[in-house]
C-alpha cells in the first residue's frame, strides 16, 4: 500500500546567524551536540539563549530520514519548517528573508529524493503582499505547497489579509497546510507541555471556526485547497456545539451564510490524532476524501510507528486506507509519486 506523509517537519544542518545579521535575542539557531556514540546526530534547538527542543539528524540529512521511512514503509514525505522558524512578529524585510532561506534549504533537502521527499514553503504572513509574491516564487521553484501559521498575532484566520493570501492561492492552486503554532494562554500551560497538547487543539479549532463564522468559506473560491493539522484539533469533536449555537444565537453566527456544517467539504484535515476513536469520527465527519495521513515527523509527539494508525483501524476498508495514506495527498498536491 502506498503511504504519503504530509506532516513532517525539517531543519537545515544550520543556517546563518540572524542575531548576528539582525539584532535581537530571540532568534532560532542550532547547537549541535557533540557525538555520543550512536549512529543519530543530535542538536539542540535555540531560541536565543534558551533551549527549545532536541532534535537530531532526520531533521537535516535526507539520508537518515529515507531509512526510517524504509523502515516504516513510507514511500514519500512533505516536509514543511517548523513554527518557530516563521518570523512573523519580525520587520517583514527579516521575515522575508528567514522564509527564503529556509525555503531554499527544504530544497536542498529534497533534491535528488525526486518522488520521496516534497517541501512545503513558508510565507511571511504579515505582510500578504510579499507572502503572496514568495508564495508563487517558491512553487515555481518546486515546493508543492504553502504552510501557514495558524494566526498572525491576533489576527485569525478571518483576516483581511490572510484571506487575500488565501484568495491569491486559489487563484494559482497552491495547497495550503495550516499549523497551528504560538498557542494561546502560554502563562496557564507552561507546564507538562500542554501548550502542545492543550494549546494546539484549541488553536487550530479556534483557525476553523473564525474561517467559518467571518464569511472565510463564502468569501474565498471553492478551488481554495486547505487542509488543517492535527485532524483539525478539537473541531470535529466540538462540531455539535458550535452548529447548536449557529442555530439557536444569533451572535454565534458571525458572517457566515450557512450553519458550520455546510462547509465540511471546504477542507481538509491531516490524520495526527494517535487514536482510532478519534480518526473514527474523523471519518464520520469529513468522509474519506478529505483525510491525509500525517505524522509530525521527526518529533517526539509525532506517529511514532508512522502509518500504523491508519493500517490497523478497524472498520475501514483497504480503499479507503489506500485514499488516507496516500491517494487524498497525492490529489490535493498534485503529486507525481
Ligand atoms: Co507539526
Known amino acids: 500500500m502506498k503511504v504519503v506523509d504530509i506532516h513532517s517537519h525539517f531543519f537545515p544542518k544550520s543556517w546563518p546567524s540572524l542575531q548576528e545579521k539582525f539584532g535581537g535575542d530571540d532568534w532560532p539557531w542550532l547547537r549541535h551536540q557533540s557525538s555520543d ?8 534547538l535555540m531560541k536565543g539563549n534558551k533551549e527549545f527542543r532536541p532534535i537530531y539528524s532526520a531533521c537535516w540529512d535526507a539520508q537518515v530520514r529515507l531509512e526510517e521511512m524504509d523502515k516504516h514503509g513510507v514511500d514519500s514525505q512533505i516536509i ?8 512573523y512578529e519580525k520587520p517583514i524585510e527579516q521575515a522575508l528573508y528567514c522564509a527564503q532561506l529556509f525555503n531554499d534549504a527544504a530544497l536542498t533537502i529534497c533534491q535528488e529524493n525526486n518522488q520521496r521527499l516534497f517541501a512545503m514553503a513558508q510565507v511571511p504572513l504579515q505582510n500578504p503582499d510579499a507572502a503572496c509574491i514568495e508564495a508563487t516564487r517558491a512553487m515555481q521553484s518546486g515546493h508543492v505547497g504553502v504552510q501557514i501559521g495558524n494566526h498572525v498575532g491576533l489576527k485569525n484566520m478571518d483576516d483581511e489579509g490572510v484571506l487575500t493570501f488565501l484568495h491569491h492561492c486559489a487563484s494559482e492552486s497552491i495547497p495550503v497546510f495550516v499549523h497551528p503554532w504560538d498557542m494561546m494562554a502560554a502563562e496557564r500551560t507552561k507546564d507538562y507541555m500542554m501548550g502542545w497538547t492543550v494549546g494546539m487543539p484549541a488553536e487550530t479549532q479556534l483557525s476553523i471556526v473564525s474561517m467559518i463564522l467571518g464569511g472565510g468559506f463564502d468569501r474565498v473560491s471553492k478551488n481554495l485547497k486547505i487542509c488543517f493539522a492535527h485532524g483539525g484539533g478539537a473541531f470535529t469533536f466540538l462540531l455539535g456545539r458550535l452548529e447548536n449555537a449557529w442555530l439557536h444565537r444569533d451572535i454565534a453566527r458571525g458572517k457566515s451564510e450557512h450553519p458550520p456544517s455546510y462547509y465540511l467539504d471546504r477542507f481538509y484535515l491531516d490524520t495526527a490524532v494517535f487514536d482510532h476513536d478519534a480518526l473514527q ?5 469529513m468522509g474519506t476524501d478529505r483525510l491525509m495521513f500525517g505524522t509530525d515527523y521527526p518529533f517526539p509527539l509525532g506517529e511514532q510507528q508512522m502509518g500504523q494508525l491508519i493500517k490497523s483501524a478497524p472498520n475501514m476498508s483497504e480503499i479507503n486506507k489506500q485514499k488516507l495514506l496516500a ?8 503529486l507525481n509519486t
Open 37 to 44: 556514540g550512536s549512529d543519530t546526530e543530535k542538536a539542540m
Open 80 to 87: 514543511s519548517a517548523t513554527p518557530i522558524l516563521f518570523a
Open 281 to 285: 469520527l474523523l471519518v464520520n465527519k
Open 327 to 334: 491517494s487524498n495527498a497525492e490529489q490535493f498536491f498534485t
